[in-house]
């Protein structure tokens, strides 16, 4: 058997004023392939300005929806090669 190294790059950028973060998200797969994904947080008006914590919470709802549609592109290429419905383990 012989193992074979992989790398993905993603990409986070951030987008922010003083009530609001946006993050988009972006993995390069070694076809080229591109997929995006973004991610928002918002700051109650009580709460302290603590721009890395919307980073934080910005950034990881984009990598979660990432994360979901490279599921739903992984299964997809599943039916399409073998002709029938799979099903994710979420």
């Keep these: 058997m012989v193992m074979t190294t992989v790398g993905w790059h993603i990409e986070l950028e951030f987008d922010e004023d003083t009530h609001r973060t946006r ?10 392939t591109e997929v995006r994904a973004h991610g928002y947080a918002s700051r109650h008006p009580s709460d302290k300005n603590q721009p890395r914590v919307g980073e934080e919470i910005a950034g990881a709802r984009a990598l979660n929806e990432l994360a979901m549609k490279m599921l739903t592109k992984a299964h997809d290429e599943i039916d399409e090669a073998s002709g029938r419905t799979s099903y994710p383990l979420t």
């Design 23 to 32: 993050a988009a998200a972006m993995v390069r797969l070694p076809d080229g």
